[in-house]
């Protein structure tokens, strides 16, 4: 599975954006997708998950009611809606697949390049 993130982005603090995360070559329909950010100096921490047919998610708490993470498996694309951007919303966000549900880094089978988000405030 190779996976590619996009939706970089430089947005005022209030502001939104969505990333993509798609795959090439084999489905994503039989993976959890979840996406997990770094920002400078710190390390990297789970942002949200969703199951293989999108009916379970979870979120981390300083995004939820903020964050939406979706899918759409005919399009081998999962997605994270970002609202409400605040400034420590700042990082490089990665997406990853495996097929354990996991919210844990190293239960991550493949991961995506990271795409820098940037929120001015």
């Known amino acids: 599975v190779q996976l590619q993130a996009s939706g970089v982005g430089l947005v005022e603090a209030g502001g939104c954006l969505r990333l993509s995360c798609a795959s090439s070559g084999r489905t994503l329909s039989t993976y959890g997708v979840r996406w997990f950010r770094q920002a400078p100096g710190k390390e990297r921490e789970f942002v949200a998950i969703?199951?293989?047919?999108?009916?379970?998610?979870y979120y981390a708490d300083s995004v939820k009611g903020r964050f939406t993470i979706s899918r759409d498996n005919a399009k081998n694309t999962v997605y994270l809606q970002m609202n409400s951007l605040k400034s420590e919303d700042t990082a490089a966000y990665y997406c990853?697949?495996?097929?354990?549900?996991?919210?844990?880094?190293?239960?991550?089978?493949?991961w995506g390049n990271g795409t820098q988000v940037t929120v001015s405030s």
């Open positions: 969703i199951n293989y047919s999108g009916s379970v998610t």
């Open positions: 990853g697949a495996a097929v354990v549900f996991s919210r844990r880094e190293h239960d991550v089978a493949y």
